[in-house]
């Protein structure tokens, strides 16, 4: 069973037909202008595909948390003139749910209206079928192209899926469950999967979820300090979760050879007095010092099992790498990911702060998803509701 895509529906479901499109619009904005467009310029493939086959465009996304209603500080009519520029034509703006109906009706071919921030409706978030019947109301078909709120059931996400039919996803979506679906389902071998991020609880689940597929799970970040507290080493200042270190010891046995921990970090005082830093072997580390990064051999050693996978699944950077020098370990990670690329292998990212570590890289990796919540449910394994009720072939 796969995922109905948008390029199976026939012409004739098109042409002329109101495409109920759920994108990811959910853009950064600094005093009511947006700062970062890159989510926009996403949706273009879907939307353009749609309007060059004559459909009508009706647009859905959230933008923010809103709390309780309607609020201008999150209201989509903010980035309305972004979404023009982006697509070159004017747009409908739709506010009321019933007489956006009518919108929808005069819209001519390729035309396209967007609908006002879903979560200013209350029933958005809670998934109420009233609300997900308004938005039905607005097309004819439905195509997900928001994979970063699949793993929310909501009205929009959701609940409209079950109503409208065909409901199908779009290419940004398709591009996702490809890259991450095969990525687990027929990994080419070796399969390695390289964690990091600030916590061990987070992904857990992630963990259990990888072990019994991967060949390797490379472990950094300070979650690598949980590892080492579990195993009784000295860890300093170093940002652990003690309550955690039963877990992750039992994730060390169960795990065996199979969980990879870092040779050596690179610690300091604080990340203020980088200057100070030290490499030392994991166990070593000093009770007045933080790791803040893994340190060279580690990253050699990573680079080495990197370079010689076939596929290779990252998620959170190996240390601070949003303060340099910190940055080392994350950066080398991020280069051996580019060389196993060029060698052949199937390379994906996910997760927010690794994206980000990643940014201009893109071109040299085989995937980085967008959608930082939605990409770890599904490494977890857990179905994504926003998937799961778009039509199954
Ligand atoms: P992602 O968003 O890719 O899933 P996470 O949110 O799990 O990643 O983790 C990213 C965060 O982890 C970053 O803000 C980074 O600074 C932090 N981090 C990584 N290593 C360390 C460390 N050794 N000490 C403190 N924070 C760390
Ligand atoms: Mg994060």
Known sequence: MS??????????????QRALVRVDFNVP???????????????????????ERGARVVLLSHLGRPKGGPDPKYSLRQ???????????????????????AVTRRLPRGGIALVENTRFWPGEETNDPALARQFAALGDFYVNDAFGSAHRAHASTEGVAHLLKPAVAGFLMERELRYLGAALEQPRRPFVAVLGGA??????????????????????????????????????????????????????????????????????????RAAERRQVMSDAIPA????????????????????????????????????????????????????????????????????????????????????????????EGKPLPGVTALDQV
């Open 199 to 272: 916590k061990i609880s987070g992904k857990i689940e992630v963990i259990e979820a990888l072990l019994p597929k991967c060949d390797a799970i490379l472990i950094g970040g300070a979650m690598a300090c949980t590892f080492f507290a579990s195993l009784g080493l000295e860890v300093g200042a170093s940002l652990v979760e003690r309550d955690r270190t039963a877990l992750a010891k039992a994730l060390l046995t169960k795990g065996g050879m199979k969980l990879v921990l870092p040779r050596g970090a690179t610690v300091a005082p604080s990340l203020e």
């Open 79 to 101: 980035i309305l003139r972004d979404v023009e520029r982006v697509l070159g034509i004017t747009l409908e703006f739709i506010e009321d749910l019933d007489a956006g109906v």
């Open 3 to 16: 995922t109905r895509s948008l390029e199976s529906l026939p012409a004739a479901a098109l042409e002329g």
């Open 29 to 51: 904005l600094k005093n009511g202008t947006v700062t970062d467009d890159t989510r926009i310029r996403a949706a273009v493939p879907t939307i353009r595909y749609l309007r």
């Open 288 to 379: 007045d010092m933080a790791v803040f990064d893994i340190d060279q051999a580690t990253a050699d050693d990573f680079r080495a099992r990197i370079i010689g996978a076939k596929t290779v699944i990252w998620n959170g950077p190996m240390g601070v790498f949003e303060t340099p020098p910190f940055d080392a370990g994350t950066r080398a990670v991020a280069n051996a990911l580019v060389e196993a690329t060029a060698k052949g292998a199937t390379t994906v990212v996910g997760g927010g702060d690794s994206a980000a570590a990643v940014a201009g890289l893109e071109d040299k990796l085989t995937h980085v998803s967008t959608g930082g919540g939605a990409s770890l449910e599904f490494l």
